[in-house]
């Protein structure tokens, strides 16, 4: 009897405390979006858009093992955001970006875009970034019809308008990446032993999948892949020496590149190495070639280790400063970013943010969801990016090209034209003819 | 009193059933979805409070059993459109089976042994989905597609549906788990915990009675794996590393070991305490590579602070404040002599988690 009562009161104040818990946490955002200004020409005219703001969302690894270099992002985006904020804001509107940190782990992000989505009442979730964490999300935001803007991965799954409507891609994917690389390579070291060493994912299949477009299977003497979660790759590179290959094609994100480096060093191995652009931030490439052999006991240049190593790129590289989107980007970095390095990641943060703008612009004074995206659909104007983007109703890919560059001296040097292809196998790589864009002389585009 | 025990729980299942669904209708779609996490936390937090908490054996491998669990959902899910219950019931079924396997090894190990072997077992298996991209997805894992049922009309949320079947299924769980606690087999446990030498010449198996709580344990994790696959719509590794398993303890020994209201009380704390931390740390202006850190260390620190404040967990405290103003009535009133019993291991030093210090000397096996 008295057991039972004492569960009792246990339950009751379980069960209060459980709904007063729940029930206060839910105080803060019960409120529903006020339209004031019914007068105004600014209207409350989707969710997350106010007469005098818009609000977005994002989910980007801030801690955890993506967070070198990629935490740069986000503040990069609000930077120009807040630059555009100062100069007049989107017709009148002014950007708040709201990105929470997924740690790069799949569940996070599907609660944190859940929570941006539902509770924040973002109108477009932004540049939302990595293929695992993003793939969590992807389904739920388009049966939700929430725009899905510039996805930071290169993953070739975003364009798919009639499952994904909603979805965009944004920078070069890696299947054209693959084809690019691979072309470069099929012409320039002809004759030679060529081994491929990749990230056993989307990425570096997706990677292997255009080399092989490219590459005639003849030249390829090994094919070697590695997981992100095991750091002990000296098999691999051990494998990579033995085949005798004289070039490797390295499809790996910058810390394996520089293991891959590093390792082959230990073992006097010195093929040619050529990367994929996620490497092409030589400033990360130096710092975790310096941190690593450091660990290890070892002390190296960075900059000297990455010379000579072919990748390709689809911006200006940071350091050209005569380049009038480097300039513009650099100025806005150095005013309103003043806690983040200048970089390639940096670079990347607000050229993203730029399309986001334009695209923005485009769907009109007082857009729909709906607005958004088929002003997407409608096509951009390609800004800081050295090729056009694919955007059309049917297509949903972003970047379509990028130049070969050679790494010297910690900075990046073009090397030949910018090349344009596509996903296919047998669709032909041409040299860009179009011109680059200058960046506009007020740093904010026109619809 | 045995008589009694039943209904009241039933009625407890009903009261706090009838909240969830009043909360989910009253709040926001987003609190459905953190209802729906709170739920399948707590049905794995749940499990793992009865293993470490009253059979004395530490975990830090039931982040791997939910793998099992989610990817077994999403298999069948996936290959085969049974309906949910069945698919439930084949999860913990499979998540059983997996549990037994490691508890036959794991009756033969002690306290940091123990640990030591289940945290391999936390690393390891979910990069199994990695060596086989074909059947697993790979790093991106499998889409699980979960849908309102028709009858319920086509403007029914579904966060709301989740919350209310991740909230059914956990809330029979914790009865079956409650029953289980106040049964033999709980006893038992509790007799090997204490002592096992003493529970064995009282003619408690003890290797059976350990694997049998680790298969209780295991299969509670594949059922909250399983809920997990449905409200996140995609079971990959990335949300099964080992930060998942520890995270299950830390709730575990947050709410109080072996108390199944404090396995609530935990998974209310790492499901909120984030999202307010964050909000908190964002709206301050910091750089982000402060800001992005705070939560940790908020975390860290909410940590240290329930563990100095109740050392017994957020259970034990609330049993000791219980007893400090309802105890001496209720002690005048019934002759007790001492306050009512915590239910956790009160027995256990302040600070030190419980089953380790309990096997420094060895046992048979």
Redesign the interface.
Known sequence: MKRSQRLRWQATAIATVAALAVAACSSSSSSSPSSSNSTAALTASAPGITATTITIGSHQPLTGPAAPGYSEIAPASTAYFNYVNAHGGVYGRKIIYKYLNDAYDPTTTASVVRQLVLQDNVYAIFNGLGTPTHLAVVSFLNSDKVPDLFVASGCDCWDNPTTYPETFGYQLDYVREGKILGQYVAQHFKGKKVAFFYQDDEFGMDGVKGLDYEIPASMVVTKQSYVDTNVNIAPQVAALKASGAQVVVSFSIPAFTALLKLYSLKLGYTPTLVVSDVNSDVYTLDGLLEAYAKQGGATVSGSQLTDGIITDDYYPTPGETSNSWTALFKKIHDQYDTKEPWDGNAYYGEAVAYAFVQAMLKAGRNPTRADLVSAVNGGLTQGPAVAPFAYSSTNHDGITGAYIAVMSNGGLTQEGPVLITDTSATGSITTYSGTEQTAPASGIPSP | ?TV??LP?RLG?LV??AA?VV??SI??????D???A?IAYEVTAVAGLTMLTGLSGQISLGNGAFMAIGAYTTALLLLHLTWPFVAVLVIAAAVTAVAGGLVGVAAARLRGPYLAGATLMLGVALP?IA?AF?GVFG????L?V?FTVPSSLGANFP??RWQAWVSAAVALVTLLLLANLEHSRIGRNWRAVRDNDVAAALDGINVAAARIRAFVVSATSAGIAGAL?AI????V?P??F?I??SIALLTAAVIGGLGSL?GA?WGS?VIV?AP??V?DVA?SHGL???V???I??VAYGALLILVMLVFPQGIQGG?DRI?AAF?GPR?RTR?GRTAP?PAITPSADPPGSPGPASQHEKEGTS
């Open positions: 009193m009694r025990t009241r407890v009261i706090v909240i009043f909360l009253k709040l926001n779609t987003f609190r979805y953190q209802i996490e990069a990695y991209p790979g790093d991106e894992g889409n597609v579904l966060t997990l409200v996140t719509g995609l990959a990335g949300a590393t930060t998942l209201p609530l209310l909120l999202t307010y964050t964002t750089s982000a590579s800001g992005a850190n939560p940790i609330l219980i309802v209720r019934t009512a």
